[in-house]
């Protein structure tokens, strides 16, 4: 991931590993995970060995990172120097895929999952999770998305979001279901169903 605002940073995250950072244009990188549990290794704050999900910048603040680690959702302030846990109003802090607000600061979205072991929608319950403030509280974004029984999950790139006005938001799950909502999470339906699994999912704006 490339900051807009400096060419030469950039931004990558691997799962097992943690999030890098480097300022040259990739020629060098230091590993910047401080305050990222690794709940599945003997120290539980290592240098490395973190496994993030999927990391997302703020629309706004190019310094304000956000990452869906497989042991919670985190925040960054300073360019991923240090990380804060925001998992606090979540069902679980476990999931994949996590998507940004294209023109509102603060504000991204994500769809939680029980856990590493069952990696189904959480409570059975296939919704989207959103904050506008950073992730200091989490809004449930669930109308028309399947509430019960759900045994669904998604892959680490499937939800996406458009540019349009109001915002667009795109989930696709492992087992081919396309949901999408038109009035930025208020209300979904089903776009495509019975397809293949869904491993990634973008967006384009067409003009005339």
């Known amino acids: 991931m490339i900051d807009p605002s400096n060419q030469r940073r950039i931004y990558l995250g691997i799962s097992a590993v943690g999030v890098l950072k480097s300022e040259d244009e990739g020629v060098s990188w230091v590993l910047k995970n401080r305050n990222v549990r690794a709940d599945f290794l003997p120290t539980k704050y290592p240098e490395f060995g973190q496994c993030v999900h999927k990391l997302v910048m703020d629309a706004a603040n190019m310094e304000c990172l956000y990452q869906q680690n497989h042991c919670g959702v985190y925040r960054s302030e ?102 999408s909502s038109v009035n930025e999470g208020k209300r979904w339906r089903v776009l495509a169903q019975w397809l293949p699994p869904i491993y990634s999912v973008s967006t384009a704006t067409l003009t005339e």
Not at 99 to 116: C, I, L, N, Q, Y
Not at 129 to 142: A, E, I, V
Request: glycine share 14%; hydrophobic share 35%; with cysteine.
């Open 78 to 179: 300073d360019g991923a120097e240090n990380w804060s846990e925001i998992s606090k109003g979540l069902p679980s802090g476990f999931a994949f895929p996590m998507a940004s607000h294209p023109r509102k600061s603060r504000t991204f979205f994500v769809v939680p999952e029980e856990g590493d072991f069952f990696r189904v929608a959480a409570n059975r319950e296939f919704v989207v999770y959103g904050t506008s403030n950073g992730g200091k509280s989490w809004t449930k974004h669930g109308q028309g998305l399947p509430s019960k029984d759900a045994f669904l999950g998604c892959y680490r790139e499937g939800l996406a979001t458009d540019w349009l006005d109001p915002m667009g938001i795109y989930v696709g799950t492992r087992t081919g279901q396309l949901f």
